[in-house]
Each structure stands twice: as structure tokens, then as C-alpha cells.
């Protein structure tokens, strides 16, 4: 996964010799031991998150003044994912991990301006819901309890709608 991600990221015209093509570099590496620990144990752990994230913002601002963009403007998309799942955090739906994981793609989707953010919380939320809604009906068909309460990694979701924001607007240039 990581390869083609990592491929995918290098064969990509409009990221030549942008520092954020070091950062999804990087993401792909972190990528699927992500997805593997979250599905697996329900966290993100703040050994591969927070470093990525220490590198992500000083990349961030580079790589917006590299383009001629608002230097701050990756860092407000991180903060803005960051705030809204922390809101969600304190009402007890989303652990601390999926905060920092949050704010470390705020700033990597940021890196291609703010409305990048939009596509990658529509793909992230509606991807989670529906697996959600999926969870709960099989869970239910079998006379299990599911319910509002079901837990179920958001991690991956995230990582997800990061991924498909990036490529779709590489991909509309």
C-alpha cells in the first residue's frame, strides 16, 4: 500500500519540487501502520503521529510559499480539521489520536489550499458513515447489539479522505 501510494506520489506532475511531495512521502510510509494499529486497537499512536506532524507544519508553510499561497493557510486548515474533532472528542465520539491525525492532514490538505478540506471531510465522514450504517445492520442481522455506542476506528476514514482530496486535486490540477 505504501509503494503505491508512494509511487502514485512521485509520478505526480504537479508535485515536482514541491516540499509537499516530501510530506506525502511520508504519509504514505505512516500510512498503512496506521490503518493496521487503529483497525487492530482502536489508536493512533503519538509515536508516528507527532512526528509527522512536527514536520508537516514547517512543510506546510514552505511548501505555501513555494506556490505563492498564504503561508498560514496550512496550518488554519489544520487547525480546522483539529478544532472540529476535537469538538467531537469532547463529547466523547472520537479519542485524542484522531485529533492529532486530524490536525497532521489538515496541514497536509491545506498544502493545496482550504478548499481542499472540504472534499476530504465529505470522503472522511461519508465514508465512515456508511461502514458505520454497515456495521450496525450485519451486527444487528445477527442478533448482535449494535447501536449508536458501536465503536469503529475513524483513522482510516480520515486517512482515506485525505488521500482522495490529494488525488483528486492533483488530478483537476
Known amino acids: 500500500m505504501a509503494a503505491v501510494l508512494i509511487a502514485g506520489t512521485v509520478a505526480s506532475e504537479g508535485l515536482h519540487l514541491r516540499p509537499v511531495a516530501i510530506l506525502l512521502v511520508w504519509l504514505a510510509c505512516i500510512t498503512p501502520p496506521l490503518v493496521r494499529i487503529d483497525l487492530a486497537e482502536h ?15 514547517p512543510l506546510g508553510i514552505f511548501d505555501a510559499m513555494v506556490v505563492g499561497r498564504m503561508p498560514a493557510e496550512p496550518l488554519l486548515a489544520g487547525l480546522l480539521v483539529g478544532g472540529a474533532l476535537y469538538a ?3 463529547f466523547g465520539g472520537l479519542g485524542m489520536g484522531d485529533v492529532k491525525l486530524g490536525a497532521l492532514l489538515g496541514v497536509t490538505v491545506g498544502c493545496f489550499g482550504m478548499t481542499a478540506v472540504l472534499p476530504f471531510a465529505v470522503v472522511s465522514i ?48
Open 126 to 173: 461519508c465514508s465512515a458513515g456508511v461502514v458505520g450504517a454497515i456495521v450496525v445492520v450485519a451486527t444487528r442481522s445477527t442478533g448482535g447489539s449494535a447501536g449508536w455506542r458501536t465503536r469503529i476506528p475513524f483513522g482510516p476514514f480520515l486517512l482515506l479522505g485525505c488521500w482522495s482530496a490529494v488525488a483528486l486535486l492533483v488530478i483537476t490540477g
Open 43 to 57: 489508536r493512533l499512536p503519538n509515536r508516528i503521529v507527532l512526528p509527522a506532524l512536527a514536520v508537516a507544519v
Open 88 to 90: 467531537c472528542a469532547a
